[in-house]
């Protein structure tokens, strides 16, 4: 009884929002831009009228007077988009729409191209330096880097970083937290491709890493599924020896299908000072050549 009676007030704070936001959007939006004439007609209200959203999005008007009402009906996705296109709604603003309605949001999608990643990404990433910062496409390349990581591991532009960890002999002769990382990140693959499963990109990778890692394959008939979030990472660095990161993993604002990867020193292990040493010039120029053979 306690939960049902806290579910209550949730839905009516839930319905007040849900009015509250598709009127400001609908206030937003002239007949013009929705395509309608005027008419000449002297309105009290800037923006569309409900029955013309009703219309526009090809639903009843009774219906979408209930839904702006915040009523406990029935919605489905084509519908909600239906009314977001009318409304011209961007994509954030259409997954919230979503939510206060009740119902999964869509995938997070980037209001820009696929080649978008803003100058200030790089900046923050270079802001990082001498800790070691990436960004990942979904597919778990390489996309964006800094220096520190290119030096620690071996990180090149579009160099995909699950299949350096899975069939990537000497990444995993570096690598001392390998067998207790490799669960999550498998976890972390079958997370995403459960959110695209008609992705041909995400099948090529799959039936890569199943055709070259017999861990993978292991790992992947456990059915296990997580979401990235912080881990523990231990490398045997070539020339600086141990190091040892706590790895956070962040979504891109402007690119929701992009992840940032911070690697921040683990607190008393020395990292810090050997990643110091280690993007020095004179050090940086031998660190390349050892972290290549």
């Known amino acids: 009884?306690?939960?049902?009676?806290?579910?209550?007030?949730?839905?009516?704070?839930?319905?007040?929002?849900?009015?509250?936001?598709?009127?400001?959007?609908?206030?937003?939006?002239?007949?013009?831009?929705?395509?309608?004439?005027?008419?000449?007609?002297?309105?009290?209200?800037?923006?569309?009228?409900?029955?013309?959203?009703?219309?526009?999005?090809?639903?009843?008007?009774?219906?979408?007077?209930?839904?702006?009402?915040?009523?406990?009906?029935?919605?489905?996705?084509?519908?909600?988009?239906?009314?977001?296109?009318?409304?011209?709604?961007?994509?954030?603003?259409?997954?919230?729409?979503?939510?206060?309605?009740?119902?999964?949001?869509?995938?997070?999608?980037?209001?820009?191209?696929?080649?978008?990643?803003?100058?200030?990404?790089?900046?923050?990433?270079?802001?990082?330096?001498?800790?070691?910062?990436?960004?990942?496409?979904?597919?778990?390349?390489?996309?964006?880097?800094?220096?520190?990581?290119?030096?620690?591991?071996?990180?090149?532009?579009?160099?995909?970083?699950?299949?350096?960890?899975?069939?990537?002999?000497?990444?995993?002769?570096?690598?001392k937290s390998w067998e207790q990382n490799a669960p999550g990140v498998v976890a972390e693959l079958r997370a995403s491709l459960a959110e695209w499963p008609e992705d041909e990109g995400f099948q090529l990778l799959l039936e890569e890493l199943l055709e070259n890692s017999t861990e993978f394959r292991e790992l992947w008939e456990l059915g296990d599924v997580c979401r990235a979030g912080q881990r523990i990472k231990e490398l045997d660095h070539p020339l600086v020896g141990a190091l040892h990161f706590e790895s956070t993993t962040l979504q891109v604002p402007a690119r929701p299908d992009l992840r940032l990867i911070l690697h921040n020193p683990v607190p008393g292990t020395g990292t810090a000072e050997k990643l110091q040493r280690l993007t020095e010039p004179d050090v940086r120029r031998a660190a390349m050549r050892k972290v290549a053979g």
């Open 1 to 175: 009884m306690a939960s049902a009676a806290r579910s209550r007030p949730e839905k009516s704070r839930r319905g007040e929002e849900l009015r509250t936001f598709l009127r400001s959007r609908r206030a937003r939006v002239s007949p013009a831009e929705a395509g309608l004439p005027d008419g000449g007609a002297r309105r009290r209200t800037p923006g569309l009228r409900r029955e013309e959203v009703a219309v526009l999005a090809g639903v009843g008007a009774s219906w979408y007077q209930w839904l702006e009402q915040g009523r406990d009906i029935t919605v489905s996705p084509q519908v909600l988009d239906a009314v977001a296109r009318v409304l011209r709604m961007s994509t954030t603003e259409r997954r919230h729409l979503y939510v206060l309605a009740g119902l999964n949001p869509p995938l997070p999608s980037s209001e820009y191209d696929r080649d978008y990643l803003c100058d200030g990404m790089q900046r923050l990433m270079d802001g990082w330096m001498p800790y070691p910062a990436h960004i990942m496409d979904p597919y778990f390349s390489a996309v964006g880097l800094n220096e520190a990581a290119r030096l620690t591991f071996d990180l090149e532009p579009q160099k995909n970083c699950i299949i350096n960890f899975f069939c990537d002999g000497r990444y995993r002769a570096r690598s």
